[in-house]
């Protein structure tokens, strides 16, 4: 049975600059069946899932649904939540837990401070402290949204489950449906697709060493799609893995093009040129949808810049 990541697959469509934008991810658990869009559809009240939904627009947090790997019967809502919030934009990357029995604590927040980087709220509110275990690895899973999600991604938590790897999760929604299984690292926020446990292993080493696996990397979700592709482009072009070592200075430009300086901790700076293009022939973006172009970001040049070429106001 052909499916959208098949064709996404056999038509060899690029990962880089396809991951979802968030600067913070908010993740609270709630087993059992999840529907399209999670927060409004699963065991969670719905009026607490709307609501939560309208504390986060535009604030740069992206909240999410979690659960363990397994079968997922309905067996009842659970006294105590695991709740996790991340940090990804560089320079200020941190991931902080807590545990609570009532998550509409979670309209306490104070989002804005969130999406800026300041975890005090979470930590005051929910006594979240900073996260001291494995690194956390989110498998889409989410059927109602693409089947794609379901039969590639469950199997995947599953086996890394089962075969000791810690910090495994099953998400609501990763984005990018077509390139199932799909995977995003906290706490440095970088997605990966069709994503396989040898893989995901080795991209999970790298976080503990504070490392990037740009292979199969789709980009940080600290970053708009231009600038995911970018600095991926970087990372390559200078073979600079460390996590910490890359961020984005500023996006200049609009579609279908753009120029992104990427600088480096020690003050290097590249100036690097994304065009916007078209992925041809058409493919499904999700299975059973209309034949579609999805957009991709096309590195066009990758050029280091000295001090007087990168003269100009800086803006993050």
Known sequence: MSTCTTASRDLDEPLAGTAATARTWLLL????????????SSHLDPALGRALEAAAEGTGVRIALIRRPGRHADCGTPAVRQVYVAHTVPGNVWL???TTSEPERLLDLDFAALGRGDSHTFDS??????????PLALVCTNGKRDRCCALLGRPLAAELSASGV????EVTHLGGHRFSPTLLVLPFGY???RAQAPHVKEVLRGVREGRI?????RGSSAWERPAQAAELAVRTAVREYAADALTVVRTDGAAPRWEVVVGHVDGRLWRVVVAQ???LPPRPE?????????????VVAVQELHLADAAGPVRC
């Open 96 to 98: 902080h837990s807590a």
């Open 125 to 134: 509110v929910l006594q979240g402290r900073p996260h001291t275990g494995d």
């Open 166 to 169: 810690g910090g495994v999760w």
């Open 213 to 217: 696996v740009v292979d199969g990397c």
């Open 286 to 298: 999700s299975c059973g949808s209309a034949l579609g172009s999805p957009a991709r970001m096309d």
């Open 29 to 40: 658990e709630q087993p059992g069946p999840w529907g399209a869009k999670a927060l409004t």
């Open 277 to 279: 293009g078209a992925s």
């Open 191 to 193: 997605a990966y697709g």
